[in-house]
């Protein structure tokens, strides 16, 4: 069974540019959280998607927007990037019990 | 405000030696995780608590969860060096937006 996957794993971006970042869940499950982790503020919680549907978004920006697709593939994007953007952007997949989170999208913000 | 809070936050601890890694949240829920991070990698799943008095083992490391006093346990009996990692736990609010509420994490270092 295959895990959660994100694309890219590495990224580096200059000050007001945009990225987009991808995550392809485990096969048969519907929801997809995003959470950022930087050393300052640990793990955040950034939106969570259901059958294509934003069901709920943290304390973050307008900045941070996402999507999901009827495959349940999602993205996120950021805007107008800040250097207080540089973090470690995880991915979750879940099924009724637990969340498994993919390996993760380091972005250096220059 | 949903808080979550772990203790301690850094443990040097000698190898065959045990202790206790505490998690206390702040708004009822009977769901808790348990996660392990090395450094530069991702979350991967210990153990997931489901009710009030669960107790779950595997290897050196028991997790339980006390819904009552809003309150996890991770314990770790006879320490190896494999166990050097950082330990987060994290409470699911299906009610807040079916949303994971971290704690800050626990740094183990196991010295041999």
């Known amino acids: 069974k295959a895990g959660v996957t994100q694309t890219p794993r590495y990224l580096i971006k200059t000050r007001g540019q945009q990225v987009t970042l991808s995550c392809s869940p485990i096969?048969?499950?519907?929801?997809v959280s995003w959470y950022q982790q930087t050393p300052g503020q640990g793990l955040q919680f950034l939106f969570e998607?259901?059958?294509?549907?934003?069901?709920n978004k943290g304390n973050f920006p307008g900045r941070f927007s996402g999507r999901q697709f009827s495959n349940s593939r999602s993205e996120m994007n950021v805007s107008t990037l800040e250097l207080g953007d540089s973090a470690l952007y995880l991915c979750?997949?879940?099924?009724?019990?637990?969340?498994?989170f993919g390996q993760g999208t380091r972005l250096t913000v220059v | 405000e949903l808080k979550v809070e772990q203790n301690p936050l850094f443990l040097s601890m000698q190898e065959g030696k045990n202790y206790t890694i505490y998690c206390n949240y702040s708004t009822t829920s009977d769901r808790l995780y348990w996660y392990r991070q090395d450094p530069g990698k991702s979350l991967e799943s210990l153990f997931v608590?489901?009710?009030?008095?669960a107790v779950k083992q595997e290897g050196r490391l028991m997790a339980s969860l006390d819904t009552k006093a809003r309150l996890s346990t991770l314990h770790i009996t006879a320490a190896v060096h494999d166990l050097s990692a950082t330990y987060f736990c994290a409470v699911f609010y299906m009610e807040y937006g079916n949303k994971l509420v971290f704690g800050a994490g626990t740094i183990l270092r196991v010295k041999s």
């Open positions: 979750a997949s879940r099924d009724s019990l637990e969340a498994f």
């Open positions: 608590l489901l009710s009030n008095g």
């Open positions: 998607y259901f059958s294509e549907t934003q069901r």
């Open positions: 096969s048969g499950h519907r929801s």
